[in-house]
C-alpha cells in the first residue's frame, strides 16, 4: 500500500535537487557511460524516463561519428542528455582533443569525463554551455577535478566498475560520499553499485544530489545488447558476489563480471611484471562488443560490472525502473523524516 501511495504521488512530488535544477531533468539519475553500451537507444531511453542518459564517446569510431551518434539521439528524444569521455591514451589510443571539440561543438547538456583531468578542456565546454560532471574515484581526483573548475564531482565507491586507479584506492562509496559531500562545495552525484531507489534516498539523505548507474541500466529493456545477458543478469544465483576486480597491477583497477576470462586476467596478473600487452588478448574490446552484440555470452569477454549485479533481479523499461526507484526513494525519505521527533526541552 505504502509504495502503491509514493507511485501515485510521483507526478506532484518529484525529487528536486541542484542536479535536476542544472539540467532540467525530472529524476536525479544519471546512466553512465558504458562501452559499447551507450548508443542513441540507451540514452535516449533514460532522457526520455526522466533522467540523464549518456552516449558514450569512445563507442564510436571517430569524433564525426560521435557528431553524427549526437544528431541521432536527438532525433530521439528532445531531452538532456549527455556524452562520456574517458580518457586512457595508454590503453586506447585516440584523437582526445577532436572528441572534446565535438562533443562542445554539438553543445550536449553535459559531459562526464572519466580517467583524465579536465582541465584541458573545462573552458572550452563551459564557453559551449556545457555543465561538466569528473569521475573521481578518489577525494585527491575529485579535489583536483574541483580545482580545475567543473560543476559536479561524481564520486565513485570501490563497489563500483571503476573501482578505484591504485594500490590503496579500495574505499567504498559509504565513506568516499560521506567525505565528498562534507569536502567539497560543487555538488556531489553518488556511484558505484547503485540499483534501488533505497540507496537514491540514502545518497540524498547523505547530501548527494543524485545518484549515477550504470550496471542496473544493462538489464532495461531498452538496452542494447543481447537479451541472454540481460536475464543472466538478473538471475537468482548471480548476486553480488559475482564480481572481480581485474588490471589493478597497472594502475587502472576496474571491476569486472567474475568469469574465466576474468580469472585469466587476474592469474596473469599473479605472476608479477605485467604490462599491458600479456593481458590485451583477453581484454580487448573487440571481444566484449561481441558478447554485447552478438553472442550473449557471459563467459566469452571482460566486461565492466558493479556490485549492483545483486540487486538486479528483473528486466524492466528505463520509465519503469526510474519510476518505482524514485517512488521507493520517497517512501524512505518519508520515513526517516518520521524518525525526527520534537525535543521535549
Known amino acids: 500500500v505504502a509504495r502503491a501511495t509514493a507511485a501515485a504521488r510521483l507526478d506532484t512530488m518529484p525529487l528536486r535537487t541542484a542536479l535536476t ?16 553500451v551507450g548508443y542513441a537507444e540507451m540514452a535516449s531511453a533514460v532522457s526520455n524516463a ?3 542518459g549518456i552516449l558514450t564517446g569512445l563507442t564510436q569510431p571517430d569524433p564525426e561519428a560521435l557528431r553524427a551518434e549526437i544528431r541521432r539521439c536527438r532525433s530521439m528524444t528532445d531531452k538532456p542528455f549527455g556524452v562520456n569521455l574517458t580518457i586512457l591514451p595508454a590503453l586506447i589510443p585516440a584523437d582526445y582533443d577532436s572528441y572534446a571539440r565535438v562533443v562542445a561543438e554539438e553543445k550536449v547538456s553535459l559531459v562526464e569525463l572519466a580517467a583524465g583531468s579536465p582541465k584541458k ?5 563551459h564557453e559551449a554551455g556545457l555543465k561538466v560532471l569528473h569521475k573521481s574515484a578518489t577525494m585527491r581526483h575529485a579535489l583536483k577535478a574541483q580545482e580545475a573548475g567543473v560543476d559536479l564531482i561524481e564520486i565513485v565507491g570501490y563497489e563500483g566498475s571503476i573501482a578505484g586507479g591504485q ?12 567525505k565528498a559531500v562534507a569536502t567539497l562545495h560543487v555538488p556531489v552525484i553518488a556511484a558505484g553499485a547503485t540499483g534501488t531507489g533505497r540507496q537514491l534516498a540514502a545518497a540524498l539523505a547523505m547530501g548527494a544530489q ?8 544493462l538489464a532495461t529493456i531498452e538496452a542494447p545488447i543481447n537479451m541472454k545477458i540481460k536475464e543472466h543478469l538478473a ?6 558476489r559475482n564480481t572481480t576486480v581485474v588490471l589493478g597491477t597497472l594502475s587502472n583497477a576496474t571491476r569486472v563480471f567474475k568469469n574465466s576470462v576474468a580469472e585469466a586476467i587476474r592469474d596473469i596478473e599473479a605472476e608479477g611484471d605485467v604490462d599491458f600487452s600479456k593481458v590485451a588478448p583477453l581484454a580487448a574490446g573487440t571481444r566484449t562488443r561481441e558478447m554485447w552484440q552478438k553472442t ?3 563467459q566469452g569477454a571482460m566486461w565492466s560490472c558493479g556490485q549492483s549485479v545483486g540487486l538486479i533481479t528483473d528486466v524492466p523499461s528505463c520509465a519503469d525502473l526510474l ?16 524518525k525526527i521527533l520534537p525535543s521535549k526541552l
Open 21 to 36: 535544477e542544472m539540467l532540467g531533468i525530472e529524476h536525479p539519475i544519471i546512466q553512465g557511460g558504458m562501452q559499447w
Open 50 to 52: 526522466g533522467g540523464l
Open 121 to 125: 578542456y573545462v573552458a572550452m565546454w
Open 167 to 178: 594500490k590503496g584506492d579500495e574505499v567504498g562509496a559509504w565513506v568516499l560520499l560521506a
Open 210 to 217: 543524485g545518484v549515477t548507474m550504470a550496471t542496473r541500466f
Open 235 to 240: 538471475r537468482p544465483d548471480v548476486d553480488e
Open 296 to 298: 550473449g555470452d557471459t
Open 323 to 338: 519510476r518505482r526507484m524514485v517512488a521507493e526513494a520517497e517512501e524512505r525519505l518519508r520515513d526517516g523524516a518520521g
